[in-house]
């Protein structure tokens, strides 16, 4: 039985929020579990794809089960590779995956992580939060105009936990994600773990944060559980969503925003920690808590 320290029914929202679960393999019992208790599933293209002859498909099961839900659940992209940091180009791959998805499902929006995987087309096998110059911003906000023109959809960028302490820039992290908001038009995702991590591991503030990007971007939350090793707090999403991050999201979530979905997010290497019994009654638990 999962206990709250504090709770949030009090709170009223500008629009209903929609409960999302991140999902990436092909796991009927699973799927089935979670459909009672969530209105949205995330997909990652780089994690339901493979590559076969120098060429890269999506996995046929999982479109199956996809298609299965296709305008009874809202389907949100949220992808690793696309790169939309690297000074050279995107990931040409990811953008064909893209392609695939938007042919095939009808998707609500789709998003990636601020930050880039790829130099010289090599990849770094990690990502890496991009220089907050405006030589980036505007090479960004061009890439985020592109994205809309192709797809239609609503675009969002998330930031990152850093891997390695970053430099001073001109711009802070909230202030060059408003400046990429108003110049691009793109939406934002503001993950409050990701935010935690950085707290935790280089003595940010998660508040500030969250006090100085503009919510009214805000289209969705991310939330999410991980371990600390080495005095680190590592972005690796595989536990429950702690008590102190559902206290920070009910926060944000009282406050006038354009928040729409909020996401629970486990890598499917964490699938096999939990049976799909226990992580519906996490998210049950998590919408009572934040009260969406």
């Known amino acids: 039985m999962e206990t709250a320290n504090l709770s949030f029914n009090t709170h009223a929202?500008?629009?209903?929020?929609?409960?999302?679960?991140?999902?990436?393999?092909?796991?009927?019992?699973?799927?089935?579990?979670?459909?009672?208790?969530?209105?949205a599933i995330e997909i990652c293209p780089d994690t339901i794809s493979y590559s076969k002859n120098g060429k890269i498909f999506l996995d046929e099961r999982i479109m199956e089960q996809l298609q299965s839900v296709n305008g009874d659940k809202k389907i949100l992209i949220h992808g690793v590779g696309l790169s939309i940091?690297?000074?050279?180009?995107?990931?040409?791959?990811?953008?064909?995956l893209l392609d695939d998805l938007f042919e095939r499902l009808s998707i609500t929006w789709h998003s990636e992580h601020l930050a880039y995987c790829q130099v010289d087309g090599q990849n770094l096998n990690t990502m890496l939060t991009v220089p907050r110059t405006d030589e980036a911003l505007a090479l960004i906000s061009a890439r985020v105009?592109?994205?809309?023109?192709?797809?239609?959809?609503?675009?969002?960028?998330?930031?990152?936990?850093?891997?390695?302490?970053?430099?001073?820039?001109?711009?802070?992290?909230?202030?060059?994600?408003?400046?990429?908001?108003?110049?691009?038009?793109?939406?934002?995702?503001?993950?409050?773990?990701?935010?935690?991590?950085?707290?935790?591991?280089?003595?940010?503030?998660?508040?500030?944060?969250?006090?100085?990007?503009n919510l009214q971007a805000v289209k969705e939350i991310h939330i999410a559980g991980g371990p600390i090793e080495s005095e680190m707090k590592l972005d690796v999403h595989?536990?429950?969503?702690?008590?102190?991050?559902?206290?920070?999201?009910?926060?944000?979530?009282?406050?006038?925003?354009?928040?729409?979905?909020?996401?629970?997010?486990?890598?499917?290497?964490?699938y096999e920690l939990y049976t799909p019994e226990e992580l519906a009654q996490h998210i049950h638990y998590i919408r009572e808590r934040i009260d969406i």
């Open 85 to 96: 940091g690297s000074h050279d180009s995107m990931n040409q791959h990811y953008i064909g």
């Open 13 to 39: 929202h500008k629009r209903p929020v929609s409960m999302c679960f991140s999902y990436d393999l092909y796991r009927p019992h699973l799927f089935d579990t979670l459909l009672p208790v969530i209105d």
């Open 145 to 213: 105009q592109w994205l809309a023109n192709r797809y239609k959809v609503p675009f969002l960028l998330e930031n990152i936990a850093n891997l390695l302490p970053t430099r001073e820039y001109d711009y802070s992290l909230p202030q060059f994600l408003n400046n990429l908001q108003r110049s691009s038009g793109c939406g934002l995702i503001l993950d409050i773990y990701n935010l935690e991590c950085d707290e935790y591991n280089y003595h940010t503030s998660a508040q500030n944060h969250i006090d100085e990007i």
């Open 238 to 270: 595989s536990r429950r969503v702690a008590e102190n991050t559902l206290d920070l999201t009910g926060q944000v979530l009282q406050q006038d925003s354009g928040i729409e979905v909020v996401t629970f997010e486990l890598l499917p290497e964490a």
